[in-house]
């Protein structure tokens, strides 16, 4: 059972460019989070989806981000017309249900550098 | 700040010594959970915590929770070398969707 895959691994965009982050979860799960880290610092919430919802988008920033997850393929976090302060390490993660009673199982992180 | 905050910052200790990293949050949690990280890596889950549990072993870890003062605690006994990483706690809260990230302790284990 393969884990969270997330790709690319590293990505480096021109400012003003459009970042595109994919997320599989692993097979059985059906809720996906979006966290992004900076450098010495912990994960920030960004997005809660389902298959086909976005459930809890308190932590994107209102503007050129988005997310979808939708019934086929990988959940998908885009960065549009990216700035030097989206460079952060954009990390994936997924759970069989809800977190209650379950972890959250990590991807090994996307790596944006916005030059 | 809704999120948990460890303490300290930053610990370095000598292989063998016990490591202990504390972790203090602010409203009512459901779980507490710990995670590690190695540098530039993805994050590993290592114990869950539920609010009506108060203590938890795997291995050579071991986690307390104090609900009635908004903290936990993580110990690794006999630490190694191969210890050395990031460690953060992650409070799910009452009522929400997510896990709120501490900013971590990073652990240093001297060979």
């Known amino acids: 059972n393969a884990g969270v895959m997330q790709n690319p691994r590293h990505l480096v965009r021109r400012r003003g460019q459009e970042a595109r982050l994919r997320c599989s979860p692993m097979k059985g799960h059906s809720h996906v989070y979006w966290y992004r880290q900076l450098p010495e610092e912990g994960l920030k919430f960004m997005v809660y989806?389902?298959?086909?919802?976005?459930?809890?988008e308190s932590g994107m920033p209102k503007e050129r981000f988005s997310a979808e997850f939708p019934k086929e393929g990988p959940s998908i976090l885009r960065i549009q017309q990216v700035v030097r302060g989206d460079s952060a390490a954009y990390f994936c993660a997924s759970s069989p249900t809800g977190l209650e009673n379950t972890e959250a199982f990590f991807g090994q992180g996307t790596r944006l550098t916005v030059v | 700040s809704q999120q948990g905050e460890e303490d300290p910052q930053a610990l370095s200790i000598q292989e063998g010594e016990n490591a202990t990293m504390n972790c203090s949050y602010k409203?009512?949690?459901?779980?507490l959970q710990w995670y590690r990280q190695n540098s530039g890596r993805g994050l590993v889950h290592l114990i869950l915590?539920?609010?009506?549990?108060r203590e938890k072993h795997s291995g050579r870890l071991r986690v307390t929770l104090d609900t009635s003062k908004k903290s936990s605690s993580l110990l690794i006994t006999a630490s190694r070398a191969a210890d050395t990483a990031s460690y953060f706690c992650a409070t799910r809260l009452v009522g929400a969707n997510n896990l709120f990230f501490g900013t971590g302790t990073r652990l240093t284990v001297i060979p």
């Open positions: 989806l389902q298959k086909e919802n976005i459930i809890d």
């Open positions: 409203t009512s949690i459901n779980n």
């Open positions: 915590i539920r609010s009506n549990e």
